[in-house]
């Protein structure tokens, strides 16, 4: 298995990709079966999900049953090592000292990136996303449409495998018949959100999620994907074997050992190891991009965390797909006599417009979901219905105090209990004994929680900029993080709540908690969501934005952004499917772009 240390890398690749997760994976997974030999650099640990995942482990065998601790931030069995909101010795900063105005920068730091953990919520932008200013006048429009991306999203989608259905909802697409993988059933609370929802005139509908609710077809997708690359076909296919469907057994966010949900390190990375054209070079943290002297990248300098030692690796073509906040420290920091403000930056746009999902959350009590009988409700890994925005038009009519929609997922079930205490406080009174088990049979899942993921309009508020001191154990410099959350995406968060109190009290339930004292306070921090975008802007002008449509830097035309850093916008759409969908776009116009010399 073709996992090398730095002194094994050849003296030259065709492509060197920074970044292991979605964009990286994506294009390491086209260029290697096209038959191009390929440098990844993660600056993470290697990690392989299948003999590392504890599927089978329950809470009370973890420390403190899988609780949350310092360095385990998202549980005990979270797959993530190493990684979190910090990383040992490698901080970044905040320009502002006040609460609402910090940026919270979470990063994985392994093999696979953030898709060894994420949600798998797999859902395309649509026509609006792409072209939102033409719509109402603010932000940034897409140089590409939805048009020119569908048959990407179709071509990630039967590769990954993502279930859920069609239903011609307003700017949430539908995919091709056959695409999408059959639904798994909705839970009790998600049925009964269903039911008084519509009520409301609210769509509670299956959710897109990238987990197998039945095992691929392997006889045919591959040909398909691949129509004139028999080789590509027979690895695909023998890949797509080792997938097993989901058995609704344990969390995602744990991994899979069976394969049975998306991740790079399952998906993306075997087949393009099996072809013979991958090189991984872990624990290789990424500092420059080098120039020769015609303005063209060489490839990256690095440091190896395993001996402390500065490291190049070389390559035709350079693919930056560390992730937004790491693509763009790459840039900044790599200063020339041709670029003084950092690699790609004659626009100055380099670090600008930086985006992250809105949340909101609120939750209640739902009598009618007490004293249920026992019954097995764990599912995928999280919700398996959700609500799209449902008020363009009467967004479009003017009714709205705010721009732009969010979508709401659904929390609620009686899974396998973690650790805490599974009745809550108020509700138990402090019960203890036999009036404590009377208690837990009563009330255990019968809370409920909705939370908003919505879009964030890119402001000149929000930006990253290198720290002018800071710098890391390896001497690299830090990005400092400047945030401020508009008006828009303030009174969007408490549409929200209002929406969750109506849901709640429909199903006669009574909230729970205290609501937001400040407006501002409705919002979930920035970077919270771990949804940051933008940094890198897309466009179709060379003095307004760093890259064009293919995610290629104006300035220099052999190096392409395949992470979140080019987006133009935020949808209220998860931004992992679109990030492969362009990665598998911008990594086909590479292989032309080569073959005509133009590289």
């Not at 979470?106 to 798998?120: A, E, F, V």
């Not at 020769?292 to 070389?314: F, L, S």
């Not at 693919?319 to 790491?326: Q, R, T």
């Not at 255990?444 to 154990?473: A, H, L, Q, T």
Request: a neutral charge; proline letters at 7%; one cysteine or more.
């Amino acid at each position: 298995m073709p996992i090398i240390s730095s002194n094994q890398a050849k003296p030259e690749y065709d492509v060197v990709i920074v970044g292991s997760g979605a964009g990286g994976g994506q294009t390491a997974y086209i260029l290697t079966l096209a038959g191009l030999k390929v440098a990844m650099l993660e600056a993470g640990r290697n990690y392989d999900p299948v003999t590392e995942t504890p599927m089978f482990n329950l809470p009370n065998q973890a420390p403190l049953r899988g609780e949350t601790t310092e360095d385990k931030q998202l549980g005990f069995y979270d797959s993530t090592v190493d990684g979190g909101w910090q990383v040992p010795g490698e901080p970044y900063t905040n320009a502002s000292d006040k609460k609402e105005e910090q940026f919270m920068w979470w990063r994985p730091r392994m093999l696979g990136g953030r898709t060894n953990h994420w949600g798998r919520i797999s859902l395309r932008n649509g026509p609006y996303d792409f072209k939102p200013r033409s719509r109402d006048g603010l932000g940034f429009d897409w140089p590409i449409s939805y048009e020119d991306m569908a048959p990407f999203y179709t071509k990630v989608e039967m590769l990954v495998g993502v279930y859920g259905d069609n239903r011609g909802m307003e700017n949430a697409p539908d995919s091709p018949p056959g695409i999408l993988l059959p639904p798994p059933k909705g839970r009790a609370a998600e049925l009964l959100t269903q039911k008084h929802a519509q009520g409301l005139g609210i769509p509670v509908i299956p959710i897109h999620r990238a987990v197998l609710t039945k095992a691929l077809d392997w006889q045919t997708i591959p040909a398909k994907l691949h129509p004139d690359n028999p080789r590509a076909q027979r690895i695909v296919g023998e890949e797509m074997q080792k997938r097993a469907a989901c058995f609704w057994a344990t969390s995602c966010g744990r991994g899979c050992s069976i394969k049975a949900n998306y991740q790079s390190t399952t998906v993306h990375l075997p087949p393009a190891l099996a072809t013979g054209n991958l090189d991984i070079i872990p624990n290789a943290h990424a500092r420059e991009v080098t120039l020769d002297g015609k303005g063209k990248a060489t490839g990256i300098i690095y440091i190896d965390k395993t001996t402390g030692q500065e490291a190049r690796v070389k390559g035709r073509v350079v693919v930056l797909a560390a992730s937004s906040g790491e693509t763009v420290r790459l840039l900044l920091n790599s200063k020339s006599a041709g670029f003084p403000d950092g690699l790609a930056n004659g626009s100055g746009k380099v670090g600008k417009y930086i985006m992250d999902t809105t949340g909101a959350r609120l939750g209640g009590r739902i009598p009618a979901l007490e004293s249920l009988p026992p019954h097995n409700e764990d599912g995928a890994g999280g919700g398996h219905f959700y609500v799209p925005w449902w008020l363009y038009q009467e967004q479009k009519a003017g009714k709205l105090d705010f721009p732009r929609g969010y979508h709401i997922e659904l929390g609620g079930s009686r899974g396998m209990p973690s650790g805490g205490n599974p009745v809550p406080e108020e509700l138990s009174g402090g019960s203890y004994g036999r009036k404590f088990k009377e208690d837990a049979r009563r009330y255990y899942g019968s809370s409920v929680g909705f939370s908003c993921r919505g879009e964030m309009i890119p402001n000149e508020n929000c930006y990253c900029e290198i720290d002018p001191e800071k710098k890391d154990k390896w001497g690299v410099p830090v990005l400092r993080f400047h945030w401020k959350w508009a008006d828009y995406e303030i009174k969007q968060a408490l549409h929200a709540e209002k929406t969750f109190a109506e849901m709640i009290e429909a199903m006669g339930g009574a909230v729970s908690g205290k609501r937001a004292e400040r407006p501002i306070d409705a919002l979930e921090p920035g970077g919270s969501i771990k949804h940051e975008v933008g940094g890198a802007l897309m466009g179709d002008d060379p003095k307004k934005s760093v890259c064009n449509q293919w995610a290629q830097t104006w300035e220099v035309k052999n190096l392409f952004l395949h992470d979140g850093a080019p987006f133009a916008s935020n949808a209220d759409k998860n931004p992992t499917l679109t990030i492969m969908a362009l990665a598998w776009r911008n990594s086909e116009h590479i292989l032309d772009e080569l073959q005509k010399g133009n590289l």
